[in-house]
């Protein structure tokens, strides 16, 4: 596991107390070597060269690490990180320092694993799923697997949703490292994400990267499109393997249902989307929730998305679609209208409706990744309630047509049949 001082306390413990129960062995690898909780966090980053250590904007933090330990964090340094974030975070932009130097260290201390698997702390793994997916490859053949992003012309396994390399792989690309090690810190340090940087040597290692795609997934469960279907592999239908950016709470919730499962169905039925959905998932869903994002993507109705149309498209708009921006009722007619359409938010003045089938969060609330309250989202409304408070006009207010709903999970059901039981894409 890959995770820093910034964020451990925070985003850790949830781990102890679900996924690693049933995980055997793990490291933790991080950018300063302490306890926490009693399990014992590795620093990777003293195997970086003492001139980048000194020259690199992002190393400050390192080194205040190392002199003054956890005393020296700044709480602005540690507040926000990433796309959800503070960008200047100097944690954040330490990480990508730890790829390549967590792979050797990964190696030393395992010489003999067949595979090793890498997660970050805020990334939900399915452990019994991830073995029968493992068991599918060759251990003694050199693979990189993972969800496929380009930076550029690189493309690499996205670090969040994680990424699995064999003991081949891992002694092909640590060679080449220590071989082009000056190049590579180099590179590191002009470019800004770490998992780009491994997908390269990988790439130039000779080992290509292997897509597990949908298994691993980038987003939580309040941001997947429970409909979504790439390249003729629905994901309702198919076995996860990790989520991201997943908060306590759902960890907890994920954990609490997969721990039942086991108990009932191990051995016997392999955990798929669509058993999360039905057991987590759908009981939220109702025909309004207050105080609810649902983070409906598609149509919007609004005066300034009204100014950006077209005469002729003024001109066709229904009387439900000029009406849907007036109140959460009328938003709710505009989606009933189309007959895609399975949800909708509505804030005063603007509805969004869309096809897609996701559960949303807390209204206004923020997640911020290596933060004192990673892990958790913020609600910034006036009131500072979360929860369910119908009829609040300041906050998002969402709904799904619960009958459409319906249709739809009984049509996904049906297209998993067509799959003649498979629950593994790749």
Excluded at 290 to 300: K, L, P, Q
Excluded at 382 to 399: I, L
């Amino acid at each position: 596991m890959r995770t820093g001082a910034t964020e451990v306390l925070v985003k850790l413990p949830v781990q102890f107390q679900t996924v690693l129960k049933c995980v055997p062995d793990y490291i933790i690898y991080s950018d300063l070597e302490e306890n926490v909780e009693g399990h014992h966090t590795f620093d990777v980053l003293d195997q970086i060269s003492d001139d980048y250590r000194r020259s690199a904007p992002e190393f400050s933090l390192y080194n205040k690490l190392r002199e003054s330990g956890r005393e020296g964090l700044e709480y602005q340094t540690s507040f926000g990180s990433g796309p959800s974030g503070a960008l200047d975070n100097p944690g954040w932009k330490l990480d990508k320092w730890k790829f390549l130097p967590m792979l050797d260290r990964a190696l030393k201390h395992r010489p003999d694993a067949k595979w090793f698997v890498f997660i970050e702390p805020d990334t939900y793994m399915v452990w019994q799923n991830m073995l029968e997916y493992l068991g599918r490859f060759d251990p003694d053949e050199p693979h990189y697997i993972g969800t496929g992003m380009y930076i550029g012309e690189v493309l690499f396994a996205h670090g969040g949703s994680g990424f699995m390399i064999s003991r081949p792989a891992m002694k092909m690309v640590m060679k080449y490292w220590k071989e082009n090690k000056d190049w590579f810190d180099e590179y590191t340090a002009k470019e800004w994400a770490g998992d780009m940087v491994l997908g390269r040597a990988m790439k130039d290692a000779g080992v290509p990267l292997f897509s597990a795609s949908p298994h691993l997934q980038g987003g939580s469960l309040t941001g997947l499109d429970w409909t979504l279907n790439e390249n003729d592999k629905p994901v309702w239908c198919y076995a996860p393997l990790t989520f991201h950016h997943m908060t306590t709470r759902e960890f907890h919730m994920v954990w609490k249902f997969e721990d039942a499962w086991l108990h009932y169905k191990k051995g016997m039925k392999t955990l798929r989307f669509r058993d999360i959905f039905n057991g987590v998932v759908q009981a939220h869903l109702r025909s309004e929730r207050g105080e609810w994002d649902n983070m409906s993507t598609g149509t919007e109705y609004s005066d300034e998305a009204y100014e950006k149309l077209p005469e002729e498209d003024k001109a066709s708009l229904s009387e439900e679609e000029r009406k849907a921006q007036v109140s959460f009722g009328h938003c709710r007619a505009a989606c009933e209208s189309k007959p895609q359409c399975i949800q909708f938010s509505f804030v005063p003045r603007k509805c969004i409706i869309s096809n897609k089938l996701r559960l949303g969060h807390v209204a206004e609330s923020q997640c911020l990744e290596y933060s004192q309250v990673a892990g958790k989202c913020i609600r910034t409304g006036k009131n500072g309630a979360q929860g369910d408070v119908p009829g609040k006009e300041s906050s998002v207010r969402s709904g799904w047509i619960m009958t459409r709903v319906v249709e739809v999970l009984e049509k996904m059901d049906q297209a998993c049949s067509v799959l003649e039981g498979s629950v593994w894409a790749t």
